[in-house]
DNA sequence: AAGCGGATCGTCT
DNA sequence: GACGATCCGCTTG
């Protein structure tokens, strides 16, 4: 048995709204079991996305065969495929019934860099995992392999742990690439951490 | 340093 | 039939 890393997060920590999630979850542990080894990330960027409330939120238009798990019991992973090509990792959160969940938009490499590096097919450090779709690739997190997936199980393939580490300042921004609802401050991050993603969307300010 | 466009496809109108 | 919660490479200044 590998030495497990931090304590895995209950399910109770998702059941707040996304707004309150998202900046929880920043310092937190992305774990990634993958052919016996572990990749291993902590988390520097989150958003969070309301259900009905959001215009810019998959779950606005109503309950689908998509948005499902999204509506499901928080904790749960919701993947979707961005642009036909990149996968996104959100994790549900709010009581069954209500749609709300939080994107995991970057993290900081750990563990298993070299693995990540093969996914990515570069290895320069700040952009392994800085950007929805990079930290995907990079841990190999794709929407078969585990939309739906339990992240607070110790046996699924990927969870999320806390080692008690948490950021001194967090930084609150709006939201990257979307147009609907664009002014709202639901983007958290690390405050100054160079893996935080640059996005082409958004300036910081002077 | 910043801006553009192409890749690529599931989902909803 | 259009449009993304993106990324990358190429162009321009």
């Known amino acids: 048995m590998s030495v497990e890393i931090g304590q895995l997060l209950p399910r109770e920590a998702y059941l707040s709204a996304p707004d309150q999630v998202a900046p929880m979850l920043l310092g937190k542990l992305l774990v990634r079991r993958l052919r016996g080894q572990m990749l ?54 709010e ?22 590096a093969m996914h990515r097919g570069l290895h320069e450090p700040t952009l392994l995992t800085s950007g929805p779709g990079r930290l995907c690739q990079a841990l190999g997190i794709t929407r078969a392999g585990f939309n739906g997936v339990d992240l607070t199980s110790a046996d699924s393939e990927v969870q999320i742990r806390g080692d008690g580490w948490a950021p001194a300042e967090i930084a609150i921004t709006p939201r990257i690439g979307v147009n609907k609802a664009a002014e709202r401050m639901l983007r958290f991050t690390v405050a100054g951490h160079a893996c935080v993603s640059k996005g082409r969307y958004w300036k910081p300010p002077l």
């Open 95 to 116: 009581p069954e019934g209500l749609a709300g969940c939080v994107l995991i938009r970057a993290l900081e490499p750990v563990e298993g860099l070299a693995e990540m």
């Open 40 to 93: 291993l990330g902590r988390i520097v960027e989150t958003e969070a996305y309301f259900g009905i409330n959001d215009p810019a939120a998959h779950a606005f238009s109503g309950r689908t065969a998509r948005t499902e798990v999204l509506y499901g019991p928080p904790g749960h992973a919701y993947v979707y495929t961005i642009y036909g090509m990149h996968a996104c990792l959100n994790v549900s959160c």
